[in-house]
């Protein structure tokens, strides 16, 4: 009787610094199920590597001389379109540059390991690999499906691709209804989507999205230039607002908590639920218990299961609970989960789900009226 075998991943490293490369392939080269094919310092030399060794995956530098990370994904999902997981430096440009490379259609990113800190090279070599794999086993989407595609700085405020939803007829305050989003892997443009279909007057948003520091606020700002809702980076005790999405801050757990008739944002730094800091599930148990009935909430692409349970409990307090499908999310781990656990009221695509939420809080309003 023959065993079966794991089809071993190739793994291509593009980095300019000769210790990430080799720091980098130590890494993946670890997992019995990833071989590091290859590795070159610069796009020139990656270029003719995947023509010789025809990798699966693609580990890319964020920024580079000679030709730029971005540049090259660009030329690359054009001409050969292929899985990439980006490695950024924890910057403000490192943050700008990498969320260009999402919408170019990366699959994920790796915050670049810091030679001097030892510790935290285990959890990072984790997530490499993890994201590796996930990427391997992930169909590409060819530049120009990409949602968020276009050239920065063309869009203005209002959704990229249509005029900006037009405001709803309010019977009441819609502070009293809540919507909140959880992401992960995919997450960023799938909430950009979801946030830019929403009209100025939608109720409160309340975002957990697996990101690092630094990332959370750059991409709170690029959101917030495209939307027709104002978009932001939560702050500690600010009060909710319709009109509003408030983005967990990176490294950070979002709450919410209600204080009289307000909802207000709780910031805090305690341990990571199932390995991430901010957590969909520390999110949506909060907010199962400030607005149960009141709330929506919807569970985006991303890897793992974080936000499963979570959105199970607000289904059992009331709230509606939306997924988004298989076919349009870019990892389909957390949504899964969720379906899984019976947590999901309705699973729809990523372009049903920002009317589905609207549609729920105009329910809501009516019977209220």
């Excluded at 964020?62 to 379109?81: A, I, K, Q, Y």
Aim: with cysteine; glycine share 8%.
């Amino acid at each position: 009787m023959s065993e079966t075998t794991t089809p071993i991943i190739k793994v291509l490293v593009v980095d300019d610094s000769a210790l990430i490369r080799k720091l980098l392939t130590t890494m993946l080269n670890e997992a019995p199920d990833i071989e590091v094919v290859g590795t070159a310092g610069d796009p020139y030399i990656a270029r003719e590597r995947i023509k010789q060794l025809k990798p699966d995956v693609l580990t890319l530098d964020v920024e580079m001389p000679r030709m730029d990370g971005v540049t090259f994904l660009r030329n690359l999902m054009r001409l050969h379109p292929m899985p990439v997981v980006m490695v950024s430096s924890l910057t403000e440009k490192g943050a700008d540059v990498t969320l260009d490379a999402l919408a170019l259609g990366a699959f994920d990113f790796v915050s670049k390991p810091k030679l001097d800190v030892q510790s935290g090279l285990a959890l990072l070599a984790d997530e490499l690999r993890d994201k590796v794999r996930a990427a391997a086993r992930t169909p590409v989407r060819p530049l120009g499906q990409q949602p968020g595609a276009s050239p920065r700085g063309t869009a203005a405020r209002g959704p990229s691709t249509s005029a900006s939803p037009p405001a709803r007829r309010r019977h009441l305050r819609t502070t009293d209804r809540l919507i909140a989003i959880g992401a992960s892997t995919g997450g960023t443009e799938a909430i950009r989507e979801v946030l830019c279909a929403l009209p100025p007057d939608a109720p409160g948003v309340v975002i957990a999205q697996h990101i690092p520091p630094r990332f959370s606020a750059a991409f709170a700002k690029r959101v917030d230039s495209l939307a027709a809702i104002r978009v932001k980076e939560a702050e500690d005790g600010e009060v909710i607002l319709p009109g509003h999405a408030y983005v967990a801050p990176g490294g950070h757990h979002l709450r919410v908590r209600r204080s009289g008739g307000r909802y207000l944002c709780q910031i805090g730094d305690d341990a990571p639920v199932n390995r991430h800091r901010p957590s969909v599930d520390v999110l949506f148990d909060s907010l199962a218990e400030a607005a149960g009935p009141n709330a929506c909430a919807a569970l985006l692409t991303g890897m793992g299961a974080d936000g499963a349970r979570g959105l199970l409990g607000l289904r059992e307090a009331g709230a509606l609970t939306l997924v988004q499908d298989q076919a349009t999310s870019v990892v389909w781990g957390m949504p899964g989960e969720a379906v899984k656990l019976g947590a999901a009221e309705a699973v729809l695509p990523l372009a049903g789900i920002a009317q589905a939420l609207l549609a729920h809080s105009d329910e809501r309003v009516t019977r209220s009226a």
